[in-house]
């Protein structure tokens, strides 16, 4: 089925871990995103990618790792896990610009002990 | 500091009753967005204004973008019980910004 899917979608890890979170999209869209989901926060960008092999960082991007060597691909690593990176995490695509409207996945429930 | 500011944070109705939430900025927008998120899933875009002082209308939503582009309301006409979720709003700067959201729940 066309659409964004992100696994996994609960983690459960320790603090200093490598954590990779994966999110895959079959409509072929430009741009890709990776939000956090913090109670009193709403959504805040952490990387987005414009097109393959293009990352920038967003809002909060310290202790993320992004990479995008294929379009339908964006895994958002988390080099050393800390207590503060537990979270919900979101992937998003979008058409062309990165003010069109986003397509979400449903979300990674990452908690690091 | 949020650059979107949402009111209320919380709302809880009863079935048949009507609601605005609030999407304040000091800052214009080109265009704002919402976005309607449930349990467990996504926020899924409900509506996009582009125009200042535009109002469109989703069955019981009605959504308005300010005259000066810096703010929007989203009113729910007799609520129902399928309204329930957190309400996102979404500001176009360059990049999409959004405010903490309204998490409405609506009793039977």
């Known amino acids: 089925d066309a659409g964004i899917t992100q696994s996994p979608r609960y983690k459960i890890t320790e603090t200093g871990r490598q954590v990779t979170l994966m999110c895959h999209q079959t409509?072929?869209?430009?741009?890709m995103f990776w939000y956090r989901q913090d109670l009193g926060h709403g959504l805040r960008l952490i990387y987005y990618?414009?097109?393959?092999?293009?990352?920038d960082k967003g809002e909060v991007p310290d202790g993320y790792v992004v990479s995008r060597s294929k379009t339908e691909n964006f895994p958002l690593t988390l080099e050393s896990a800390t207590r503060s990176q537990t979270s919900v995490y979101f992937c998003?695509?979008?058409?062309?610009?990165?003010?069109?409207?986003?397509?979400f996945g449903d979300g990674t429930r990452l908690s690091i002990l | 500091t949020q650059l979107l500011e949402q009111s209320p944070q919380f709302l809880s109705i009863q079935e048949g009753e009507n609601l605005t939430v609030y999407c304040n900025s000091s800052?214009?927008?080109?265009?704002l967005q919402w976005y309607r998120q449930e349990p467990g899933e996504g926020p899924v875009l409900l509506v996009t204004v582009v125009t200042g002082g535009e109002v469109k209308k989703l069955k019981r939503l009605t959504f308005q973008f300010g005259d000066a582009r810096k703010d929007s309301s989203l009113h729910i006409t007799a609520a129902q019980p399928g309204d329930t979720g957190l309400y996102l709003c979404?500001?176009?700067?360059?990049?999409?910004?959004f405010g903490a959201g309204t998490i409405l729940r609506v009793k039977s």
């Open positions: 990618s414009a097109a393959a092999d293009i990352t």
């Open positions: 800052s214009v927008f080109s265009s």
């Open positions: 998003a695509s979008s058409e062309s610009h990165s003010n069109q409207p986003q397509h």
């Open positions: 409509w072929s869209h430009s741009y």
């Open positions: 979404a500001g176009v700067r360059g990049k999409l910004v």
